[in-house]
C-alpha cells in the first residue's frame, strides 16, 4: 500500500518508495510496477494524472491531479515556479554551508537549460571509513531547493560541485558507491522529496506536505550519528 499524504476530490499525494517508477518509461523497460498503476488501483480504480516528477530513486513527496483541468492548474504552477520542493540529500563531504548553484545542464537532445539550485547544509559527519588513503571519509546532510526542475538536476549539480549523492548512479562517485555496498549494503540514493509546498489548484489555500524519510535513509543517517529526528 502506497503511504497517502493528502486527498481530496481534487489532488492526492503520496510518499513515493524509492525504486518505484511514477509511469512507464523508455529508460527503464525492465519494471512492471509503476506509481500510477498503484495509486490508481488503491483508491478504486479512479485515474489519477502524474503533476511532476521524481526520479525512481528518490523518495518523498509525488502529488498527482484527479482530474484534467486540475492538472493544467498545477502544471502551469510548477512551469511559473509557484511551487516550492525541498530535499534531503546525504552527500559524500563537506559542502558548503550554503550555495546557490547556477549551472547550466543538458538534456537528452543535446538542448542546453538553464538550471539553478539552492541548498544549505544541516549536519556534518565524519566517520572510520578508509577512503583514498584517509582513514576517516566525510558526509553532511544538506536541504536543498530547486529553482528549476530539469531531469537529475540535483543529482548532476551536487556532482558538479564535488560533492555526489551518496548511491547516485550515473551521477555519483562509483568508489564511494562500491564502499558503502560492500560495507553496509546500500543500493538506494540518498535523496528524498521532503516537503512540497503550494496553493491548491481550486481554493488556493496554501499547502504543506511532508514526506518522513525511508528505512534505507534512516539507517544511512544511523550510521553516520545524524539527527534525523524530524524527519522520521
Not at 476530490?9 to 513515493?16: L, P, T
Not at 498503484?38 to 478504486?44: D, F, V
Not at 550554503?98 to 549551472?103: H, L, Q
Not at 529553482?147 to 548511491?167: D, N
Request: glycine share 6%; with cysteine; net charge positive.
Amino acid at each position: 500500500m502506497l503511504e497517502i499524504l493528502y486527498q481530496d476530490e481534487y489532488i492526492i499525494a503520496i510518499n513515493k518508495p524509492s525504486g518505484l517508477l511514477v509511469h512507464k518509461s523508455f529508460y527503464a523497460r525492465d519494471a512492471s510496477v509503476f506509481a500510477v498503476q498503484e495509486l490508481r488501483n488503491q483508491i478504486g480504480g479512479q485515474h489519477v494524472y502524474p503533476i511532476h516528477r521524481l526520479d525512481r530513486k528518490t523518495s518523498g513527496v509525488l502529488l498527482f491531479a484527479l482530474d484534467k483541468e486540475c492538472l493544467k492548474i498545477m502544471n502551469d504552477r510548477f512551469a511559473t515556479r509557484e511551487v516550492e520542493k525541498k530535499y534531503l540529500a546525504i552527500l559524500r563531504g563537506w559542502a558548503p554551508e550554503e550555495m546557490t548553484i547556477d549551472y547550466d545542464l543538458t538534456n537528452d537532445d543535446g538542448v542546453k537549460q538553464n538550471a539553478i539550485t539552492y541548498f544549505h547544509r544541516l549536519q556534518t559527519a565524519e566517520i572510520d571509513l578508509e577512503y583514498n588513503n584517509h582513514p576517516t571519509s566525510r558526509y553532511c546532510l544538506v536541504e536543498a531547493i530547486p529553482e528549476t526542475g530539469r531531469m537529475h538536476q540535483l543529482r548532476k549539480h551536487f556532482r558538479h560541485i564535488f560533492h555526489p549523492i551518496l548511491g547516485s548512479r550515473p551521477h555519483g562517485c562509483n568508489k564511494q558507491n562500491k564502499l558503502w555496498l560492500e560495507n553496509f549494503g546500500l543500493k538506494g540514493m540518498m535523496l528524498h522529496a521532503h516537503q512540497l509546498i503550494f496553493n491548491h489548484p481550486i481554493t488556493n489555500e496554501q499547502i504543506t506536505l511532508n514526506a518522513k524519510v525511508n528505512e534505507e535513509f534512516k539507517k544511512v543517517g544511523d550510521i553516520l550519528g545524524l539527527d534525523l529526528k524530524k524527519y522520521k
